[in-house]
């Protein structure tokens, strides 16, 4: 079974620190994907990579940087995390073959920003 | 915006009743998918049809595809109360590069 585990499943930081989440996936995928869910917006893109160490923004890049540095790992960097970006981030990898494939999903991971 | 929409946003039914949720989008697509999430989880991929299919069953699941109206649903037969989770449509795009995720569902299925 695919397997793709996130650092914590839920997580507070304080406003202007530095937050790291990761995602590992075990099944050799190229893709990856960073998520945010908020409710009654869906899954928004934040970043994406098909590569180590390649990446590209999503939609809503903005405040965040993502590092790829192995191909099972990627990490989303909240730079200084802000109240508005509390949600659930969600990481998800799927096989080469372009992104129009099958998503595998890590259990997420709850932001509180006080 | 290029994102799926579903409909209806919530849904209640009783077990053993089918559910039925949609899903409207807007420019041409490759393919179309359907993902369940149970309450604060990760997605779990159900099911994938393609722009050139109309229809697809998995179990208890059949998805209906028509292009034509840009339009999908996702039907549930013979609900159960394990059912209850939220519902998502997923799009990937001709001439994109990424799968385009709807707001969702949210089924709730009663014993």
């Known amino acids: 079974d695919v397997k793709v585990t996130q650092s914590s499943r839920y997580l507070v930081k304080r406003t202007g620190e530095k937050v790291f989440l990761e995602c590992v996936q075990d099944?050799?995928?190229?893709?990856m994907f960073w998520y945010r869910q908020d409710p009654g917006l869906g899954l928004r893109l934040i970043y994406f990579?098909?590569?180590?160490?390649?990446?590209e923004k999503g939609d809503i890049p903005e405040g965040y940087s993502v590092s790829r540095e192995k191909k099972e790992r990627f990490s989303l960097i909240l730079e200084s995390a802000s109240t508005n970006q509390t949600s659930m981030y969600l990481c998800?990898?799927?096989?080469?073959?372009?992104?129009?494939?099958?998503?595998?999903f890590g259990p997420g991971t709850r932001l509180t920003v006080l | 915006s290029q994102q799926g929409e579903e409909d209806p946003q919530a849904l209640s039914i009783q077990e053993g009743e089918n559910a039925t949720m949609n899903c409207s989008y807007k420019?041409?697509?490759?393919?179309l998918q359907w993902y369940r999430q149970n309450s604060g989880r990760g997605l779990v991929h159900l099911i994938l049809?393609?722009?050139?299919?109309r229809e697809k069953h998995s179990g208890r699941l059949r998805v209906t595809l028509d292009t034509s109206k840009k339009s999908s649903s996702l039907l549930i037969t013979a609900s159960r109360a394990a059912d209850t989770a939220s519902y998502f449509c997923?799009?990937?795009?001709?001439?994109?590069?990424?799968?385009?995720f709807g707001a969702g569902t949210r089924l709730f299925v009663k014993a």
């Open positions: 998800a990898s799927s096989s080469q073959g372009g992104p129009y494939n099958e998503q595998f």
């Open positions: 099944m050799d995928h190229e893709n």
């Open positions: 990579s098909y590569d180590v160490k390649m990446k």
């Open positions: 420019t041409s697509i490759n393919n």
């Open positions: 049809i393609r722009s050139n299919e």
């Open positions: 997923a799009t990937d795009h001709t001439g994109g590069f990424k799968t385009i």
